[in-house]
Structures are given as structure tokens and as C-alpha cells.
């Protein structure tokens, strides 16, 4: 697939703000970059803009991975165990996925995003337990929504992070700001076995997705920083992470419909 070198910088541009909302919330990276590289950089192929974000979505979590271990936002221990389970359902969904017709696939990744923010809004008041551990106890409860996150994020061609964070929040009790920061390990583990199963296909446009990732890494340094700002105030993160994720959500669904 060739494109134009207007399409690359729409995609530098685009992963610029994939980066920055994952350094905010953790998540959010692939619903934003499936859209963006359809109907923004104009890619032809859904099940290419699936695969190409996945891979950039991440390098980008990655990314955000230093800059929140740095602050010390990062469970690692919960994060590794999730990422573990996840990778076997990631690798399931995304044989799963590449057999539905895209457009479809599109459709119904827009209605999920409306459960998962609605779930978000409801919870985003909580404070959470910050010496929250992920012992023998919490382990299959954390194994148990890191391979259900994992089926999802590989059908849908996502990195897992908004499903992630919540998955996080529910199995442990931890603060929110630990399970955006615990969530990257995932997200970078559940992206590159979801790119790797469409790179394998040939669905995978790597010119475009290096330009997205060299854009995300300067949104993440920037998101990171707004991440910490909104935490120390009430529910804010909450707030933000589930409107992004309903904004996003409608304006799929119109152009699915229309």
C-alpha cells in the first residue's frame, strides 16, 4: 500500500495524540488510532489499520511504560501477571478477528466502547487501595480479566488499555493512577502479539507505522505529565478517560451507519 506524504505526517500528527492519551489514561490509544488511520490518514483497509495500529499503539505504550515507571505509578508484578494471560487470549481473538468483515468489526468495537465508559463513569469517584498487591488471593481474579481483556484486545486489533484499566481496577482495588501505569505492560504485550499475528498476514504498513510512533512519543511525554495533574483531583481522570472514549465511540458510529 502506498500513500502520500500528506497521509504520513496525518499519521505522525495522529500518533502525536495517540501518545498523549495514552500517557494520560493509559488506554484509549487503539480506540483513537483504528479511527484516525481510516478516516483521517485514509487508509483502505480496516484490517491494515488494525494491524499498523496495533504495532504503533505498542511501541507508544511502551513509551508511556518508562515515563510512568519513572514516577513510580507501575505495579509491576499485576501488570506481568495480566499481560501473561492476556497474550494467549490476544492471540485467539486475533485469528477471530481477521475473519469478520471490517466495517462489522468496526461497529461493534464502537458499541463496547460505550459499555466500558459507562462502567467508567459509574466507578470514577473511587479512590482505590494504594498498597494493593497482586498476591495468591487476587491471582486468578487478575489472570482470569487479563484473558478476557486479552480475547477482546486481539479481536478488535486493540492495544487493551481502556479495557485494561478498569480489568485492573476490578481484580486488584488499586488506585486508578497505578492501574493506567500497570496497564502499559499489557497494552505493549497485547499490541505486539496482535501486530505480530497481522504482520504475518501482510496487514501491516510499516513506513506508516513508524511515523505514528515517532509522533507518539512526544504525545506520551507530554500525557504523563497531564496524568499526574488530573489524578490528585476527585474522579477527574475518570471523567476524562470515559467522555474520550464516548466522543470517539458516536462519531464510529455514525460513519459505520452512514
Not at 473511587?126 to 498476591?135: F, L, Q, S, T, V
Not at 493512577?177 to 505480530?196: D, R
Request: aromatic share 8%; charged share 5%; net charge positive.
Amino acid at each position: 500500500m502506498i500513500l502520500s506524504t500528506t497521509q504520513y505526517l496525518l499519521g505522525a500528527m495522529s500518533g502525536s495524540l495517540v501518545g498523549l492519551t495514552l500517557g494520560v489514561v493509559g488506554g484509549g490509544g487503539s480506540i483513537l488510532a483504528v479511527p484516525l488511520m481510516v478516516y483521517l490518514v485514509g487508509v483502505p483497509s480496516p484490517h491494515m489499520a488494525i494491524g499498523t495500529s496495533a504495532l504503533a499503539v505498542a511501541a507508544n505504550a511502551f513509551s508511556g511504560l518508562i515515563g510512568h515507571a519513572r514516577a513510580h505509578t507501575v505495579k509491576w508484578r499485576c501488570g506481568g501477571m495480566y499481560a501473561a494471560s492476556g497474550v494467549l487470549g490476544a492471540l485467539g481473538g486475533s485469528v477471530l478477528g481477521k475473519m469478520m468483515n471490517g466495517q462489522k468489526l468496526l461497529f461493534l468495537f464502537a458499541l463496547l466502547m460505550i459499555v466500558i465508559a459507562v462502567q467508567m463513569l459509574r466507578g470514577r469517584k473511587r479512590e482505590g487501595n494504594p498498597g494493593a498487591e497482586c498476591n495468591r488471593e487476587k491471582a486468578p481474579k487478575v489472570l482470569a480479566y487479563g484473558l478476557g481483556t486479552g480475547l477482546f484486545s486481539g479481536f478488535f486489533g486493540i492495544g487493551g488499555g481502556f479495557l485494561i484499566v478498569p480489568g485492573l481496577v476490578a481484580s486488584t482495588g488499586m488506585p486508578l493512577l497505578n492501574a493506567v501505569g500497570s496497564s502499559l505492560v499489557a497494552v505493549t504485550a497485547f499490541g505486539l502479539t496482535t501486530a505480530a499475528s497481522y504482520a504475518f498476514s501482510g496487514l501491516v504498513d510499516w513506513p506508516l507505522a513508524i511515523m505514528f510512533i515517532l509522533g507518539g512519543i512526544a504525545g506520551s511525554m507530554v500525557g504523563i505529565a497531564v496524568s499526574r495533574y488530573l489524578a490528585g483531583r476527585s474522579g477527574m481522570l475518570g471523567t476524562v478517560f470515559a467522555g474520550l472514549i464516548f466522543v470517539v465511540a458516536a462519531y464510529m458510529l455514525w460513519k459505520t451507519l452512514t
